[in-house]
């Protein structure tokens, strides 16, 4: 069996899309009857062993993603790799590709809809854009033979736009990179944090919808026995005295590290489709305090962290006071086992798998073996 996947979200410092298809590639190599290939945006025409890139526009201010502008080679080279099944993992010029790729082979073509692109515009652009780009996802989605959804949340929306063939599809996480074995003892020295300072932590860009307002205006409530750490590119230069930041993209390992040496996430997200941060998170073992929106509202289960009123500080801070006023270890410890029980990638996958199977055949997968 031959999965061959295509999507525009990828990018040296992209997130959640790209950690998904690496982590497939990962798990599904172990089964030598099955092969993937993944087809991305590139500087230039290029392959190495199963990855192959077509050039594309390089988007400014875009952290390295690059947009396709036409269709034809995405689709020839799909249909090149002659593939049992198609993914396509963005709503543009990629997918269409492999609807026709799809046509042309006489294959299933699945699509992964990983980001909730109306809502994002429409934030931006208005309510009359966030129309218009309700119609075309929905023309576009019924047009799969599987549409995929991170979130039920996710799901929901795709099923009221009129898209019925949706099954929820959630990411997972790397179980022995974010542990909390990664604790690090020195990790606040080394940033100057005092080691009494209740820290908290968020990852990511500052985009509009990670509302990083938020969670600095929550800091200057807090005060000064709460210290946050913010990793990502774009970060604000102005901030309090009781937060620190890392303005720059950081890699999964440093990451990783932060995540297990701080004592809880602050996320204050509400267009979250997986929040794959805060499972990181939890898999390092400390507890999330987080906007009761999006696919954090379905993720962050009662015990593993607390979930507060979107877009308001005073809620975010009472909800922080209220878990640090609790047993945060215990909090942290649950909240590792739920991502073992739930989010592990084998078992993801395995459940994939079995999804593309049927697609293909109507018959049970083959069996994964155990990861060691």
Same mark, same amino acid.
């Given at each position: 069996?031959?999965?061959?996947?295509?999507?525009?979200?990828?990018?040296?410092?992209?997130?959640?899309?790209?950690?998904?298809?690496?982590?497939?590639?990962?798990?599904?190599?172990?089964?030598?009857?099955?092969?993937?290939?993944?087809?991305?945006?590139?500087?230039?025409?290029?392959?190495?062993?199963?990855?192959?890139?077509?050039?594309?526009?390089?988007?400014?201010?875009?952290?390295?993603?690059?947009?396709?502008?036409?269709?034809?080679?995405?689709?020839?080279?799909?249909?090149?790799?002659?593939?049992?099944?198609?993914?396509?993992?963005?709503?543009?010029?990629?997918?269409?590709?492999?609807?026709?790729?799809?046509?042309? !082979?006489?294959?299933?073509?699945?699509?992964?809809?990983?980001?909730?692109?109306?809502?994002?515009?429409?934030?931006?652009?208005?309510?009359?854009?966030?129309?218009?780009?309700?119609?075309?996802?929905?023309?576009?989605?019924?047009?799969?033979?599987?549409?995929?959804?991170?979130?039920?949340?996710?799901?929901?929306? !795709?099923?009221?736009?009129?898209?019925?063939?949706?099954?929820?599809?959630?990411?997972?996480?790397?179980?022995?990179?974010?542990?909390?074995?990664?604790?690090?003892?020195?990790?606040?020295?080394?940033?100057?944090?005092?080691?009494?300072?209740?820290?908290?932590?968020?990852?990511?860009?500052?985009?509009?919808?990670?509302?990083?307002d938020i969670l600095l205006s929550t800091m200057r409530l807090l005060g000064g026995d709460y210290h946050l750490l913010l990793m990502g590119p774009g970060?604000?230069?102005?901030?309090?005295?009781?937060?620190?930041?890392?303005?720059?993209?950081?890699?999964?390992?440093?990451?990783?590290?932060?995540?297990?040496?701080?004592?809880?996430?602050?996320?204050?997200?509400?267009?979250?489709?997986?929040?794959?941060?805060?499972?990181?998170?939890?898999?390092?073992?400390?507890?999330?305090?987080?906007?009761?929106?999006?696919?954090?509202?379905?993720?962050?289960?009662?015990?593993?962290?607390?979930?507060?009123?979107?877009?308001?500080?005073?809620?975010?801070?009472?909800?922080?006071?209220?878990?640090?006023?609790n047993d945060i270890a215990a909090s942290g410890h649950h909240a590792r086992r739920h991502v073992e029980r739930h989010f592990n990638w084998d078992g993801?996958?395995?459940? !994939?798998?079995?999804?593309?199977?049927?697609?293909?055949?109507?018959?049970?997968?083959?069996?994964?073996?155990?990861?060691?």
């Open positions: 069996m031959h999965i061959a996947d295509v999507t525009m979200f990828y990018a040296p410092a992209s997130g959640g899309v790209r950690t998904y298809l690496q982590a497939k590639q990962h798990v599904f190599s172990r089964l030598p009857q099955l092969r993937t290939s993944l087809l991305v945006p590139g500087a230039e025409r290029d392959s190495l062993g199963d990855h192959y890139t077509l050039p594309a526009l390089h988007l400014p201010l875009g952290q390295g993603y690059r947009f396709p502008l036409r269709g034809a080679a995405w689709r020839d080279t799909l249909i090149g790799l002659q593939p049992d099944l198609l993914e396509a993992g963005d709503p543009y010029v990629t997918a269409w590709a492999a609807l026709a790729a799809g046509q042309r !082979l006489g294959v299933p073509v699945v699509g992964f809809y990983h980001s909730d692109l109306p809502r994002l515009m429409g934030d931006r652009f208005g309510r009359h854009v966030e129309k218009r780009l309700i119609r075309y996802v929905a023309n576009l989605y019924r047009q799969f033979d599987s549409v995929l959804a991170p979130c039920n949340a996710m799901a929901n929306r !795709l099923r009221d736009w009129g898209v019925d063939n949706v099954r929820v599809q959630p990411l997972g996480v790397d179980l022995a990179r974010f542990n909390p074995q990664q604790r690090d003892a020195t990790f606040r020295q080394t940033l100057g944090i005092s080691r009494n300072k209740k820290l908290l932590i968020f990852v990511g860009r500052n985009s509009r919808e990670k509302n990083i970060m604000p230069h102005h901030i309090a005295s009781n937060v620190t930041i890392v303005n720059r993209c950081c890699g999964a390992y440093e990451v990783a590290k932060a995540l297990a040496s701080s004592d809880a996430l602050l996320h204050a997200g509400t267009r979250e489709t997986f929040g794959l941060i805060a499972q990181e998170a939890m898999a390092s073992g400390i507890p999330v305090v987080a906007a009761r929106a999006g696919a954090l509202a379905e993720n962050v289960p009662l015990g593993a962290g607390i979930l507060c009123r979107p877009l308001d500080p005073v809620a975010m801070a009472e909800a922080c006071v209220a878990l640090f006023s993801v996958m395995h459940s !994939l798998l079995e999804h593309y199977q049927f697609l293909c055949h109507g018959s049970q997968p083959y069996a994964l073996p155990q990861h060691r």
